[in-house]
Each structure stands twice: as C-alpha cells, then as structure tokens.
C-alpha cells in the first residue's frame, strides 16, 4: 500500500461460523483444532453449524427478533460486531455509511410445502387449490423472510445504517461482485466508508434438499477441499461482514488497527486463476492464501492447480475446511479472515481467492506500513 488517501482499507471485521462468534476464536482455529461438521441432522450429508452467540445483545428488541428468520439474526450480529470493531458504533458516522450485502435469502416453510402438497393430490383442479392453499396457510410475514434484501433493511432499522444500500445474491461470485463494488468504490472516493459483507443459513432443510438434487453434496467423510479426491460441497453456515474505508478517514478518526486491500481481479468465466494472479499478486510475494472455493468438480480441482502453480512454495488454506461453504458469503468471509490473520501480525500479505463456474476472483490484504 502507498498511502493514498483514497485507498481502501479494512477496519472492523465482524464473523460468525463454526470457529466460533468472535475474530479471536476463528485465528484460534486456524492455528488449533478445527471444528467437525455436523453429520447427523442431514444424514447421509454434512453441514457446518454456526457457533452459538447471543441473538438478544445482537437485536434487543424482542419484536425484532421475532419478525427476523436465522439467517438475518446472523447477519446483524456480525455486521455488529464489525462496527463495534471499526469503533463506528452509535457515532453520527453510521448516517453516512454505504452496505453492500450479499445473501440468498430466507427458508421456504418444508412443513406448509408437504401439507399443500398433500392437499393437491386428492384435488380435483390443482392449479386453483395451490394458490387458495398458500393464501391460507403461509403466514403473512413469510415472503418478507425470504426477501434477501431484508437484512440490508434490518441492518438500517437496528444498528442505524442510514447510508444506500445495495444487495447482491445468486453464486459465489455474488460476493465477489459485492466486495469489488465496495472496494472500488472507497478507492475512487464516492464514498469516506462502506460496510459489506454477506450470509447464509445453511442449516435448511429446503437448501439441502436443492443441492442434494443437484448433486452437489459430498457424502459420509469427505478429504480436504484441496484433495484432488474431494467430491462434493459440505455447505456451513458463516456471516462475515467487514468495514472499508478512505485510508486518510481511517486515519484521520484513529481507527486501527488496518489492513490494506487490493482491488480485485475477475476472471469472468472458470477458474482462470493464470489470467488474474499476474495482475493481483505483482510485486512481493504473498505469505498465505486462503481460498473459498466450495469442492464441487472440476472447478475447484483446476483452481487449486491454477494457485499450486502461481505460489507452488506458500501455503493454502481452504476456508471450506474451516466452516464449509458458504455460497454468497464464501469470498467475504476469505477476506475478513485474512483482514484478521494481517491485523493481529499472524501474516504480512494474504491472497485472498475464490472460483466457480460462473468465474474466478482475488485480491490481497496486506499489513499497513
């Protein structure tokens, strides 16, 4: 990083997965034990769970909660805890403040879908009883769970974001596109700070089933997402949320400790790592790279090539074998937990990648001078 005022830096961090609801609790497990997943609930398929935290600190008003589903009470805390990082919490600077937020949405209600569709069997004109059927048995505030717009809209309402909103869903590389879109625009000065970040519930019956009929899930014991033999995504529930600001606003309000960040390079289509690496990693050579690429073949298998060939002598660290993956949330939490591992002296110079069919993404994070 040169210094430029107009550089993007990272100031608070904010993650919830299966290492647990705190920064300090996810370098631990980069270092020590990392957690199982879960391999009861969706036998003969994994998850990872998020680790328990206090939804009433993170939401206090009881009404709140409620009219919230899981993945938004994720979503909150993290984002909390990211501003409460950034020491932006209850200050006039939150007024100002920009979100981008990437997330898929909200549970479908399994029990309503089986008690319809049972309904439907014996009726005799089905088009006309479904819809009469989910009149009157979905609950009025259903589709506003499934809005994944919501949580941008929750995350004004409860912390007091009052700056434009932006949300972004569909692949990994949604979380791509929201980090870029956040990032490039602190660098090109449209705005003095900007929070983004995502997440997914992944302890869903209905998002399960989808990719289990998609054949996407890898089955009983799976090796390392790095393992040319791996099969297969294990989906984790993970909220990761971060703070980028002007480095001279950072600077200026004596926020620290920072992190500097790196536009990022696209590859739009496959894991075109050759195409983006050159631009992304010039100059010195990175520590660590921490990758989020989810397991599905063959992509992962090529990106993981693509990385072993550009830095065949530094280490990779699949953050699928930390939390599972995440979809939309994958690349935001690879950057939140190299923004820690560069804040707390762990490493200098992090690569930050991901890939999917729908393309290939990086970017670095590095300590500030």
Known sequence: MTGRATEAVISGVGVISACGATGAAH????????????????????????????????????????????????????????????????????????LNVCANGGAREVEVDFEVLADLRASPDPDADLVAAQARKLRPSFLLGQLSNMLAGNLAIILGVGGGARTFMGDDMAGVDAMADAIARVAAGQCDRIMVGGVLDAERPDLMLAQALGDRLASDAVPSVLDPARRGVVPGSVAAFLVLERARAAQDRGAGPLAGVSPVSVAAEGPAFEDILGQVASGPSVDAIYTSVSGAQPVTADAVKGLRSAHPDTAVTATADLVGHAVEAAFPFAVALSALSVRSGREGRILATTACESGAAALVVEAMA
């Open 27 to 98: 370098l631990a497990a980069l270092d020590g034990t990392r957690p199982e997943p879960d391999r009861a609930a969706f036998n003969p398929y994994s998850v990872y769970r998020a680790a328990p935290f206090d939804v009433a600190e993170a939401i206090p008003s009881k009404s709140d909660r409620r009219q919230m589903e899981p993945w938004q009470h994720l979503g909150v805390a993290a984002a909390r805890q990211a501003l409460g990082d950034a020491g932006l919490m209850d200050t006039a600077a939150l007024d100002s403040l920009y």
